[in-house]
């Protein structure tokens, strides 16, 4: 069923960027006030701010990979989860920071998705989290360790900034090159806009170097 769904998006996605002109300001994005320094700016970043509790970001998960796999190497995913200061976020956004602290993430990710949404599982503690992780490979008692690191403190810490200077209220939003926070909700109407905003920043960023 996903798989089909899957299809059906992507074909929506790639017929959208036929009336990619008419993508305007206000409209389909808006510029914020000021530019939200990017994790690597040298890059062109695509900024998804999402949760794994919701059900539009796990829909949504396979549609941005697979667009980010084409992009070419001047654009850059990166992925910040977010709480809002929901008690029922919070173990998931703190699960996500851990799960890359133990370089385990990309392994994780659909897994993590599938099990709070499709077995319907929840993921509320941090022995839920350890047991999880022993799953692939990681000891019980090294992701407990992990959970209430520094580090881990320290991302969510920068998760929550980066979501407040976003101005993100919702998930999943899209915001390219730190500048442009996309408005529509349609998966590929967000990705077809991310498209034409990436374009403009490269163009932004080549008329600044001359």
């Known amino acids: 069923m996903r798989v089909a769904v899957f299809a059906g998006l992507l074909m929506s996605f790639l017929a959208s960027f036929a009336s990619a002109e008419n993508y305007s300001e206000g409209k389909d994005y808006v510029q914020l006030p000021e530019q939200v320094r990017p994790a690597d700016p040298s890059k062109i970043e695509v900024a998804e701010v999402f949760s794994y509790a919701c059900p539009h970001c796990f829909h949504f998960e396979p549609l941005l990979s697979a667009w980010a796999k084409k992009q ?3 654009v850059l ?94 998930t999943p939003t899209l915001v390219v090159d730190g500048k442009y926070r996309i408005t529509a909700t349609k998966h590929e109407d967000m990705l077809a806009i991310a498209q034409f905003l990436v374009d403009k920043a490269r163009a932004e960023r080549s008329t600044i170097k001359k």
Request: net charge positive.
């Open 77 to 170: 995913l990166v992925q910040t989860h977010a709480s809002f200061g929901r008690p029922d976020w919070t173990s998931y956004q703190r699960g996500y920071y851990t799960a890359i602290a133990l370089k385990i993430k990309d392994k994780v990710q659909d897994p993590i998705f599938n099990n709070i949404h499709v077995a319907h599982k929840e993921l509320s503690s941090p022995q839920d989290w350890a047991d999880f992780f022993a799953n692939y490979g990681v000891d019980k008692e090294t992701t407990l360790k992990t959970f209430n690191s520094f580090w881990v403190n320290s991302q969510i810490n920068q998760a929550e900034a980066r979501t407040r200077n976003f101005k993100v209220n919702s």
């Open 72 to 74: 070419p190497a001047d």
